[in-house]
């Protein structure tokens, strides 16, 4: 690429505006509901508010300490110890991040070598692949089970090389919703004892979990803790994904590498959003009993989408509902996910922009971290179908 005489060669060559701009600027050209892009529309507990006020009045409004403030690392420790049984050291095994996004890029940044392999599940998340390029990496791109998107061990098996230095998972999974068992976790444990491989464990919607199940954090199977980033958002928790505060747990000599390239990537995260998440924190209801608020809005969308011609995919976790639209149109996903949205008034994503190379089966994601006037009025638009 070039402008006038000055010549650039891109570092992502391949990157340009994401399905989730396009998709949400078209819902808001269209007035159409927007279930695409994955964030709530309804506020936070003006109690976490108040206490950010709190925090600045107070006059936190200062750099903290490079890992974070002790207190939110104190807190977030004992959550994960409680919730987990894992012990981290607040002081050298947990790292406050600018969001879940930055936590990847930095683990990423911070382990990977040019040429290393990275080993990511598509399906994924956008953000895994260009953060593996930019740090001169290889990404291997092994599918999930189409259809039911649950890990295939033999072909994760079969793209181990000399040259993997990681692997990335996530569960609960966007975008299809799996939640990875406590066998899943113990097979791939398994497969990386006596490996060098390095996992990083993106556990954001780790609070939404449904049917009574519970989150398998990588922070509970030894073998993986050992070799783990094991990262979160309050963004998602606490639904505030504008703050972009979110946090790392890994062994000493992981968080270390870590807060090498964490402090000269943003040195630290704002202050008071981490002083206000210490306070909420310590009453564990706001995220203990955050499943059974989502399970609820899964439940009321997926009666909405019960009469339609869409087949529902289970979800059993995180805020994202995926259906098969085969039966209502044989149009590719995004052309269905753009005729919905212009000619139906009801924004999705559709899956295929979480593979590499396209690859279409006909399923849709609709996110929906809505109030339930949303969810009714996106119901009420779908039930033509
Ligand atoms: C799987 C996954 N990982 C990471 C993120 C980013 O989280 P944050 O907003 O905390 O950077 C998201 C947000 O959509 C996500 O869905």
Same mark, same amino acid.
């Given at each position: 690429?070039?402008?006038?005489?000055?010549?650039?060669?891109?570092?992502?060559?391949?990157?340009?505006?994401?399905?989730?701009?396009?998709?949400?600027?078209?819902?808001?050209?269209?007035?159409?509901?927007?279930?695409?892009?994955?964030?709530?529309?309804?506020?936070?507990?003006?109690?976490?508010?108040?206490?950010?006020?709190?925090?600045?009045?107070?006059?936190?409004?200062?750099?903290?300490?490079?890992?974070?403030?002790?207190?939110?690392?104190?807190?977030?420790?004992?959550?994960?110890?409680?919730?987990?049984?894992?012990?981290?050291?607040?002081?050298?095994?947990?790292?406050?991040?600018?969001?879940?996004?930055?936590?990847?890029?930095?683990?990423?940044?911070?382990?990977?070598?040019?040429?290393?392999?990275?080993?990511?599940?598509?399906?994924?998340?956008?953000?895994?692949?260009?953060?593996?390029?930019?740090?001169?990496?290889?990404?291997?791109?092994?599918?999930?089970?189409?259809?039911?998107?649950?890990?295939?061990?033999?072909?994760?098996?079969?793209?181990?090389? *000399?040259?993997?230095?990681?692997?990335?998972?996530?569960?609960?999974?966007?975008?299809?919703?799996?939640?990875?068992?406590?066998?899943?976790?113990?097979?791939?444990?398994?497969?990386?004892?006596?490996?060098?491989?390095?996992?990083?464990?993106?556990?954001?919607?780790?609070?939404?979990?449904?049917?009574? @199940?519970?989150?398998?954090?990588?922070?509970?199977? *030894?073998?993986?803790?050992?070799?783990?980033?094991?990262?979160?958002?309050?963004?998602?928790?606490?639904?505030?994904?504008?703050?972009?505060?979110?946090?790392?747990?890994?062994?000493?000599?992981?968080?270390?590498?870590?807060?090498?390239?964490?402090?000269?990537?943003?040195?630290?995260?704002?202050?008071?959003?981490? @002083?206000?998440?210490? @306070?909420?924190?310590?009453?564990?209801?706001?995220?203990?009993?955050?499943?059974?608020?989502?399970?609820?809005?899964?439940?009321?969308?997926?009666?909405?989408?019960?009469?339609?011609?869409?087949?529902?995919?289970?979800?059993?976790?995180?805020?994202?509902?995926?259906?098969?639209?085969?039966?209502?149109?044989?149009?590719?996903?995004?052309?269905?996910?753009?005729?919905?949205?212009?000619?139906?008034?009801?924004?999705?994503?559709?899956?295929?922009?979480?593979?590499?190379?396209?690859?279409?089966? @006909?399923?849709?994601?609709?996110?929906?971290?809505?109030?339930?006037?949303?969810?009714?009025?996106?119901?009420?638009?779908?039930?033509?179908?």
């Amino acid at each position: 690429m070039s402008y006038k005489n000055i010549s650039l060669t891109s570092k992502l060559p391949n990157v340009g505006t994401t399905i989730f701009t396009v998709m949400s600027a078209l819902a808001a050209e269209k007035n159409a509901v927007n279930l695409g892009q994955g964030f709530p529309d309804f506020d936070c507990d003006p109690e976490l508010v108040n206490a950010v006020t709190r925090a600045m009045q107070s006059g936190f409004n200062q750099y903290p300490p490079m890992a974070g403030v002790p207190a939110l690392r104190e807190v977030v420790a004992s959550k994960i110890s409680v919730l987990y049984a894992h012990d981290y050291s607040a002081m050298t095994e947990i790292t406050i991040t600018a969001g879940a996004t930055q936590a990847i890029l930095t683990a990423i940044l911070a382990v990977v070598h040019a040429g290393d392999e990275v080993i990511v599940l598509e399906p994924c998340y956008d953000s895994y692949v260009p953060n593996i390029e930019l740090a001169g990496g290889m990404p291997v791109r092994v599918p999930l089970t189409p259809g039911t998107f649950r890990p295939d061990f033999d072909r994760i098996a079969a793209a181990l090389t *000399p040259k993997t230095r990681a692997i990335i998972i996530n569960s609960p999974h966007n975008p299809s919703g799996t939640v990875w068992t406590a066998l899943e976790m113990q097979q791939l444990e398994t497969l990386l004892t006596s490996t060098n491989v390095l996992l990083i464990s993106d556990e954001v919607y780790e609070h939404m979990v449904f049917d009574g @199940h519970s989150h398998q954090s990588a922070a509970s199977y *030894p073998g993986l803790a050992e070799r783990a980033f094991v990262v979160s958002s309050f963004g998602k928790t606490f639904h505030v994904t504008g703050w972009k505060v979110g946090y790392v747990a890994a062994p000493a000599f992981l968080s270390h590498e870590f807060r090498k390239v964490h402090q000269f990537n943003v040195f630290t995260v704002n202050t008071p959003m981490q @002083h206000a998440l210490a @306070h909420y924190m310590c009453n564990p209801a706001p995220y203990s009993t955050l499943s059974n608020f989502y399970q609820a809005k899964r439940d009321l969308f997926r009666a909405g989408l019960a009469q339609t011609r869409f087949k529902l995919l289970p979800c059993e976790g995180s805020y994202f509902q995926s259906v098969d639209t085969s039966e209502v149109s044989p149009l590719s996903e995004a052309d269905f996910c753009k005729w919905l949205t212009t000619e139906v008034g009801v924004a999705a994503i559709p899956t295929s922009a979480f593979y590499g190379d396209g690859f279409d089966h @006909h399923v849709i994601r609709f996110c929906f971290a809505k109030k339930n006037e949303t969810l009714e009025k996106a119901s009420t638009r779908l039930s033509t179908l």
